[in-house]
């Protein structure tokens, strides 16, 4: 007889391990299916977590080279041991991937090594196959969870070969730093390890199909951020198309279309251009299970797609491709399922370019309230006036709050600038409290801090800012 849980999810990313610790924590007995010899996904293997240790060391190895000067630091020109830095990343998954093994364990969590696929209905709900290294395992669950997330999309005249051209895992492993490598994609992952490869002395050029760089966010400072890495050295070329490559001896030669046509040499390619859901293998249209046309799985409120009992979340179904998305979802998901009345507020999804300043928005671009005919005003502070950011000497961006003229409630908050991903909890923490610019102006903020610059862009709203 198969083994019965309550709740089988298969993906142990963060979507799916953070449900599983929600679900122990209510007492459900769960099985968690991951194909990896890790548990963390993408974001702790490969995607999040180093790229954030890669972007931390290169920063510091930028900050050594180019900016110790400033601060009356006299040193020899800094030396790169790329071995090393790999190693310390390397470290740093392994410890966060083997806390997550060890909380599974704290908590009665079954993580079964596998490959997962949904098989029969069974008495007791749904019956779940894994491929395992010593053959099939049959598990049943009364609820399955699907939280399989993403793969990187591919080119089709630009298919990865491992060897030259390939995605954000390849880029997080080269063992040497590219003479030039070509970045097709100015969006997150384009633009962050991009940074880290530019930063170590690489030649980077970013090819972007769109007029600007992160179509998405807002575009004021997208382009304030692309000036910014222009400067550090980064060659973008927006409105380009790639259109082909030709292998040479030492490289390759990739033919683009656009603000430039001549075709670009370059030793190494990153591919950039999104994600998709990984679905392959789950047996979906077997257990008809509905997806539209970008081939997310549909879901309703409660996560539940169209077969009975089964249930998706994370880069699986709508909304951004985030692992704090997919870790709040899989929270409310569980919640939902014992009776709680949980939400995911998808106005309130703050997100984060890890590139040097930083860039980190929640609520709406101003854009979106012009495309949507909604009133806004607008309150900026540049860090050049922030005291802490002077003394950091890293006075590029600001901060941009977009109000409801009459009510003042936050609309949107962007940031460019120093620490802006820790700056932007605060505005996510006012907007969840249906906040104001007047509650802003009432909150006490330390002095020196980078902080004070959203206060003074909330005054800036009202034409009141201090500083500036
Ligand atoms: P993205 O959607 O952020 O950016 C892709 C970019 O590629 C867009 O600007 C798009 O216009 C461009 N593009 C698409 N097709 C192209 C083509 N043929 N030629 C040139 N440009 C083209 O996608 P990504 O950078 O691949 O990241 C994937 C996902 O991973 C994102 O959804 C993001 O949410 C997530 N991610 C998040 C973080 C973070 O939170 N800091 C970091 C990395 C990745």
């Known amino acids: 007889m198969s083994e019965q849980y309550d709740l089988i999810i ?15 924590q209510l007492d459900q007995k769960v099985a968690v299916i991951e194909k990896r010899e890790s548990l963390g996904g993408t974001c702790l293997n490969e995607g999040c977590i180093p790229s954030k240790a890669l972007l931390d060391s290169s920063e510091y190895f930028a900050l050594a080279r180019d900016s110790f000067g400033r601060h009356g630091i006299k040193i020899d020109a800094p030396e790169l041991d790329l071995a090393k830095m790999q190693k310390r990343k390397q470290e740093i998954v392994k410890k966060l991937t083997r806390g997550i093994a060890s909380l599974f364990k704290k908590n009665g969590i079954d993580w079964v090594n596998g490959t997962g696929r949904l098989g029969e209905d069974s008495d007791n709900g749904m019956q779940v196959v894994v491929e395992t290294k010593d053959g099939e395992q049959t598990l049943e669950g009364e609820t399955v969870l ?14 990865f070969d491992e060897a030259k051209i390939g995605h954000a895992r390849d880029a997080l492993e080269y063992q040497e730093v590219p003479e030039h490598l070509l970045v097709v994609g100015g969006g997150y992952i384009g633009l962050e390890l991009g940074s880290v490869w530019l930063r170590l002395g690489a030649k980077v050029t970013v090819v972007e199909m769109l007029d600007e760089i992160l179509p998405n966010t807002d575009q004021e400072l997208a382009v304030e951020l692309r000036k910014s890495l222009e400067k550090q050295g980064m060659t973008i070329l927006t409105g380009t198309k790639v259109t082909g490559f030709d292998k040479q001896k030492s490289g ?3 033919k683009v279309e656009g603000e430039r046509d001549e075709p670009i040499a370059c030793d190494r390619v990153l591919v950039a251009v999104g994600r998709k859901p990984c679905v392959e293998g789950l047996n979906l249209d077997e257990a008809g299970i509905d997806r539209n046309k970008q081939g997310q799985i549909e879901v309703d409120e409660n996560y539940a797609t169209s077969k009975a009992g089964v249930y998706a979340i994370g880069d699986l179904i709508h909304g951004p491709m985030l692992a704090h998305k997919a870790m709040d979802e899989g929270v409310v998901f569980v919640e939902r399922l014992a009776g709680r009345e949980s939400l995911v507020d998808y106005g309130l999804i703050p997100g984060v370019i890890y590139t040097m300043p930083e860039v980190a928005s929640v609520g709406a671009t101003e854009e979106e309230l012009k495309e949507n005919d909604i009133d806004y005003e607008t309150g900026k502070f540049p860090f050049m006036a922030n005291g802490r950011a002077k003394c950091m000497d890293e006075t590029e961006g600001m901060v941009k709050i977009l109000a409801d003229p009459a009510s003042g409630h936050l609309l949107g908050v962007h940031i460019l600038g120093p620490k802006a991903s820790e700056l932007i909890a605060e505005a996510a923490a006012v907007m969840a409290f249906g ?5 802003v102006e009432l909150i006490m903020h330390p002095h020196p801090t980078l902080n004070e610059a959203f206060k003074e862009a909330a005054l800036a709203t009202m034409g009141r800012a201090l500083h500036a």
Not at 435 to 439: A, L
Request: glycine fraction near 22%.
């Open 252 to 254: 390759l030669s990739v």
């Open 435 to 439: 906040g104001s610019i007047e509650d």
């Open 10 to 24: 298969i993906g142990g990313g963060p979507g799916g391990y953070v449900a599983a610790l929600r679900a122990a």
């Open 146 to 159: 699907l939280a399989t997330g993403s793969v990187a999309v591919e080119l089709p005249h630009l298919g």
